[in-house]
């Protein structure tokens, strides 16, 4: 998004995090505001919005990433306490989100946002089922609010990424066999028609064109 002239508002749980998302979009010659929020907040996320808002006059954009993978293992000894909270985080803060952000975007006549779900909202997650329901329940929010804004000319779509060479695969990975992640590296990218993990990028360009005019005809998917 920086590189292609957007201003952007970094939003995370972390202030480390959000200074290192700030080099990397000025880097990229980007100009951005960065804003600490829980995502499970309503006062913190409209705390986003303001920023915002303030900074920039407006949002065309929004990209609902915030996401947690929750406990890996097997669902009858799954925590409730991680449960809930995979549930505030993934289903919850997207909510939020589009809660928040949806009338900003009808007041200025539009805009485009995206959530991130995944796979695991398309198909069932042995060893994972709290994250698995939470990203259908995200696919759910997704259809549901394309056709509620679309009369506000609000395109909501979703992004379901297959495995990506994140943080978060890797605590997958040790999750499911703790003295052996990279055979869960392998067992899981054989099941990708590709043969190998896709890079953040490659998710990022689809978001970005996703927000384009270039599909300005697509919605709820």
């Known amino acids: 998004f920086a590189s292609e002239g957007a201003r952007i508002v970094a939003v995370d749980l972390e202030d480390s995090e959000l200074n290192q998302t700030k080099e990397t979009v000025e880097r990229a010659g980007g100009e951005v505001a960065v804003q600490s929020a829980d995502v499970t907040v309503a006062a913190d996320v409209e705390r986003y919005v303001t920023t915002a808002l303030e900074r920039f006059g407006q949002i065309d954009v929004f990209f609902n990433n915030a996401g947690i993978e929750g406990w890996i ?3 009858l000894d799954y925590p409730e306490e991680v449960f809930d909270r995979v549930f505030a985080v993934n289903v919850k803060g997207v909510w939020l989100g589009v809660k928040y952000v949806a009338p900003v975007m009808r007041e200025a006549g539009g805009g485009v946002i995206i959530n991130t779900a995944s796979v695991a909202g398309l198909s069932g997650t042995p060893g994972a089922v709290a994250y698995g329901a939470s990203k259908h329940a995200v696919v759910g929010i997704t259809k549901s609010a394309a056709l509620e804004l679309a009369p506000d000319q609000i395109r909501v779509n979703a992004v379901c990424p297959g495995p990506i060479e ?4 890797r605590a997958i990975e040790r999750g499911s066999n703790p003295d052996n992640p990279e055979e869960v590296h ?12 896709g890079e953040p990028e490659e998710i990022a360009a ?3 064109f ?10 709820g998917g």
């Not at 994140?166 to 695969?169: A, F, W």
């Not at 392998?186 to 993990?197: C, D, F, K, L, S």
């Open 73 to 75: 293992g097997s669902l």
């Open 166 to 169: 994140t943080r978060m695969m």
């Open 186 to 197: 392998h067992r899981m990218t054989a099941r990708v028609p590709m043969n190998r993990y």
């Open 206 to 208: 689809m978001v970005a």
């Open 210 to 219: 996703l927000a384009s005019d270039d599909a300005s005809y697509i919605t």
